[in-house]
């Protein structure tokens, strides 16, 4: 088994969608970032990407490239997931949690659960999301950035070729 840690932080923005777990928050602000700024994605990314020992997002997609501006980030992912099963790995679980003073994120966790899951080809009781508020302290709780932390486990399976 393998274990993997992931963090990420983006600043809240005016004139950006905000994207986390590859779902449309309606919010006044989004997160600004080379891609779509899903710091959730992101975090998830490097959990898996630190499990498998392959580095971090920032690494294998580099923000100098072009070809990397504006991407969704789930796509990042779905590459992520192709490495992980390349290397005959396959998820045990995965949890993460958002960090956002506002919007106010759980009415949304569902919908970017079943997204996730349908991205990491995992039952959606293997992949947990949890929100917290910032409480009013530091950036965050200005609403100034939202933050994720996330950890994975992995286990072996079958290599699966890359497509
Ligand atoms: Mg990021």
Do not use: W
């Not at 679980?93 to 106010?104: E, G, H, K, T």
């Not at 079943?114 to 009781?125: M, N, P």
């Not at 100034?144 to 699966?160: F, K, R």
């Amino acid at each position: 088994m393998r274990v993997g840690l992931g963090y990420d932080i983006h600043p809240l923005t005016e004139n950006r969608p905000l994207i986390l777990g590859g779902i449309d928050v309606p919010h006044h602000k989004g997160l600004a970032g080379h891609s779509d700024a899903d710091a959730l994605t992101h975090a998830i990314c490097d959990a898996l990407l630190g499990a498998i020992g392959e580095g971090d997002i920032g690494s294998r997609f580099p923000s100098s490239d072009a070809s990397f501006k504006n991407i969704s980030s789930i796509v990042l992912l779905q590459e992520v997931v192709t490495v992980v099963k390349s290397k005959g790995y396959r998820l045990i679980n995965l949890d993460a949690v958002i960090i956002a003073q506002a919007p106010r994120l759980g009415p949304h966790l569902a919908k970017m659960r079943a997204h996730l899951a349908r991205v990491l080809e995992a039952d959606e009781d293997r992949v947990n999301l949890k929100a917290k508020s910032g409480e009013g302290v530091d950036a965050i709780g200005r609403e100034e950035a939202i933050a994720t932390h996330a950890v994975c486990l992995l286990e072996t399976a079958e290599p699966q070729p890359r497509p």
